[in-house]
């Protein structure tokens, strides 16, 4: 997982009179101060952009989807067409609506996946960070073995395993395999928020160690697990495509994945149906870099210096 | 002393838990595994008798009793080196198996990734030196864009385009029909040609994080007082970039190179499969379907071993080119 090379910050920035400015719009538009800084970065706001649209077809896949993704009805290995825009598979099923839903699986994958992972990612790295001692040993220890096992060749084994194979099972054995990388991050960042000086005043407060957590730690580190979401979802959506195109993906599911499998084993190279072969894996990178865009937005969020007009 | 000490703990440590992992995933499925086979088997010929079951459990070592006693004749057998018989690949042995996946990989792995490495370092230096500019942008966003690209349908596209439109470069396979593996001219001119597709589906994605992640270091120890210092002192620009920025910012990828190992040979799995190449990967892929668990196991022990002596080697050399490490973790 790779994060954006987060840019040197312009000497000399008028940080203040930005974040005023960012305020001050807030307060007549009624927007979130959050939203108004992503929105402001003009990468952010073509990524976010970008994300819209991707979720509005995944929203509306089976009105927008001129026919249905299983239907095997029309003539097979057809090239782009007027009534298949993007051609027929060796099946004779549309690709422009599989295309279209498959928008909806790599969405709803990105999702359920980020959100686990990023939950037991935030569960162990606050323990760890936290409680420290010879339970941050442990689970340290657990972190650093997660980052060292090659996720694909384990995720591959666990799915040969597994009796039956639903999307619930993608989402699962991905989010097992890839919640060290955000473990490691909120472990260290709590270590150095721990012994703020709010954080003792709380505590001399007589606040128990729960409330302590979420009431003055977990807000200080919202962009840092808004980030580790974003990664987190954008590892899920290339790991279900992995998978998927590997033939290990759910077979009742059309995806990205296994539109590529398909026109892979399908023989779309050698009868020249390049949009097949193409749509797939360009939606999928288009997507990927609708996430990385906000990234950029999402570090300005974190570090004023980033901040742009 | 301390940290060496600590890394070989923590090294025999992951050891122990990636052998025991390796123990557990099977048994989380219901079923056993002679079953499976014994199923497949009947699938084929008409009829299978329990004097054959028993065979093919005694073939496959599958063991008896309860699990700690599971658990002490695997690790027996895994200090033995004894992985037992692959059942697609009867009667060659798992180790077998591997012993002629394992350099196809390994060659491709290690050519791809030192090219990558020093690629990639090179282009961020570049960047960091000339940061701001038109060089430097042009590189972060070119290297950022390819990021996203999704590294096994370039492969595919590398097929459509080169293999199989422009016939320039073989489309499948480790070397062709009319060579047998040996140190003979033909074989290894010809498993050069099938290699430079897969290699160059490695390398445009390769250098992609050893570039943002220099890039990065190597701004960051530009501002640093010693750099500064070096610039008070009248020394030319281009040494202080080298000797002062690049010099420190290379050690964070020196362990970088490690941990990236278990990515790349992700990658390699999906690479392998693309392009049919006779390597660990598609072995790992072809055990799956068919169900070969004895070799699907070893192969995901080796990998995640590799992987793992590869970290600890890291460490060591880390620990020696940094001696600020050896000292905050003895203090």
């Known amino acids: ?309 | 002393m301390v940290y060496f000490l600590r890394r070989f703990v923590f090294f025999l440590g992951t050891l122990w838990a990636a052998v025991t992992l390796n123990f557990l995933i099977p048994r989380l499925q219901p079923g056993d595994p002679a079953e499976a086979i014994v199923s497949r088997l009947a699938g084929q010929s008409e009829s299978v008798d329990p004097a054959q079951v028993q065979a093919i459990r005694v073939m496959l070592g599958t063991p008896d009793g309860n699990l700690f006693d599971q658990y002490v004749q695997y690790l027996g057998a895994v200090l033995h080196g004894d992985f037992g018989i692959s059942y697609t690949y009867f009667p060659y042995s798992v180790t077998h198996m591997i012993g002629q996946a394992l350099p196809w990989t390994v060659i491709l792995v290690g050519v791809t990734q030192i090219i990558s490495f020093i690629v990639g370092t090179l282009l961020g230096t570049w960047a960091a030196y000339r940061r701001n500019s038109r060089v430097d942008s042009v590189i972060t966003l070119g290297s950022t864009f390819l990021g996203t690209l999704p590294f096994f349908w370039l492969a595919l596209l590398l097929v459509y385009v080169f293999a199989i439109t422009l016939h320039w470069f073989p489309e499948r396979g480790g070397y062709g029909g009319g060579s047998s593996p040996g140190w003979s001219w033909l074989f290894i001119s010809d498993a050069f040609q099938h290699s430079v597709l897969p290699a160059v589906a490695l390398l445009i994605t390769g250098p992609i994080g050893w570039i943002i992640g220099m890039r990065n270091n190597m701004v960051q120890s530009l501002g640093e007082d010693h750099t500064r210092l070096a610039v008070a002192r009248g020394l030319s620009r281009r040494r202080v970039a080298i000797t002062y920025g690049a010099r420190i910012a290379i050690l964070p990828n020196v362990t970088g190179f490690a941990i990236a190992l278990g990515g790349i040979l992700g990658g390699t799995v999906l690479v392998e499969t693309v392009f049919n190449y006779p390597g660990m990967g598609r072995l790992l892929l072809e055990s799956v379907s068919s169900r070969d668990y004895p070799l699907m196991q070893a192969i995901f022990l080796f990998t995640t071993v590799g992987v793992l002596v590869a970290n600890f080697l890291a460490d060591l050399l880390y620990g020696f080119l940094d001696p600020r490490v050896r000292k905050v973790e003895s203090a």
Not at chain 1, 218 to 227: A, C, G, Y
Not at chain 1, 239 to 258: I, K, Y
Not at chain 1, 290 to 306: C, E, K, M, V
């Open chain 1, 1 to 309: 997982m790779s994060t954006p090379a987060p840019a040197v910050p312009a000497p000399g920035a008028d940080t203040e009179g930005v974040q005023a400015a960012a305020t001050a719009v807030a307060r007549t538009t009624r927007l979130p101060g959050w939203f108004v800084i992503l929105w402001r970065n003009r990468k952010c706001r073509i990524g976010l952009l970008m994300l819209a649209g991707f979720i509005l077809v995944a929203v509306f896949a089976p009105l927008i989807a001129p026919y249905d993704p299983r239907d095997d009805a029309f003539p097979t290995s057809l090239g782009p067409t007027g009534s298949h825009w993007l051609g027929t598979t060796a099946q004779g099923e549309d690709v422009l609506s599989q295309l279209v839903v498959g928008a909806r699986t790599s969405l709803i994958v990105g999702l359920a996946a980020g959100v686990l992972s990023t939950l037991i990612a935030l569960v162990i790295g606050l323990t760890a960070g936290f409680v420290g001692g010879w339970v941050d040993e442990v689970l340290s220890f657990l972190i650093n073995l997660g980052l060292v096992v090659p996720a694909l060749p384990l995720m591959v084994t666990l799915a040969a395993y597994a009796p039956v194979r639903g999307l619930w099972l993608i989402i699962i054995v991905i989010s097992v395999t890839g919640w060290a990388y955000g473990a490691r991050i909120k472990r260290s960042q709590i270590i150095t928020l721990r012994t703020r000086d709010y954080v003792t005043a709380a505590r001399f407060a007589g606040d128990g160690t729960a409330r302590i957590i979420a009431r003055e730690i977990v807000p200080n580190m919202t962009s840092l697990i808004v980030v580790g979401f974003m990664g987190a979802a954008l590892g899920a959506i290339g790991g279900e495509a992995g998978l998927a195109f590997l033939g290990l993906g759910d077979p009742l599911t059309v995806s990205w994945g296994t539109m590529l499998n398909q026109a892979s084993l399908g023989g779309a190279m050698l009868t020249g149906q390049w949009a097949w072969l193409i749509a797939p894996g360009l939606a999928l990178s288009l997507l990927i870099t609708s996430f990385t865009l906000i990234n950029f937005g999402i570090d300005a969020l974190s570090n004023p210096h980033l901040r742009e007009d």
